[in-house]
């Protein structure tokens, strides 16, 4: 199943350890006072990505931090524990909204 979600990305970071490669997306989600008590402002979320957006960011001259439309893969796991993962990046001309799956 895939999502697409408005995000006001910060970095990305990509690397390989032990031959493993991996990369991560930082995006800021708004709080949601309605949600918890306990959080205030915007807190900055850490998502998988795939290895090659790094690539795309460079490769189109694309501006970090910014918003964009992020395309997210939502993979189950064993105990129905979900995990999202980023495919794919896209400038987003508008103003983001809080990160939250459409």
């Known amino acids: 199943m895939q ?4 995000a006001h990305v910060l ?4 690397g390989t350890v032990d031959g493993n490669k991996y990369a991560s997306l930082y995006i800021l989600e708004e709080a949601d006072p309605a949600k918890s008590a306990d959080e205030a402002g915007k807190m900055p979320i850490k998502v998988t990505c795939s290895h090659d ?3 795309k960011v460079a490769s189109e001259k ?3 931090p910014g918003d964009f439309d992020v395309l997210i ?3 189950m796991g064993a105990g129905g ?3 999202m993962v980023a495919t794919d990046l896209r400038p987003n001309k508008g103003a983001a909204s809080p990160a939250g799956i459409k």
Do not use: S
């Open 11 to 14: 970095g990305i970071r990509r």
């Open 3 to 6: 999502n697409q979600i408005k």
């Open 62 to 64: 694309m501006q970090l």
């Open 53 to 55: 957006i790094l690539d």
């Open 81 to 83: 524990k979900a995990t």
């Open 73 to 75: 893969k939502v993979n």
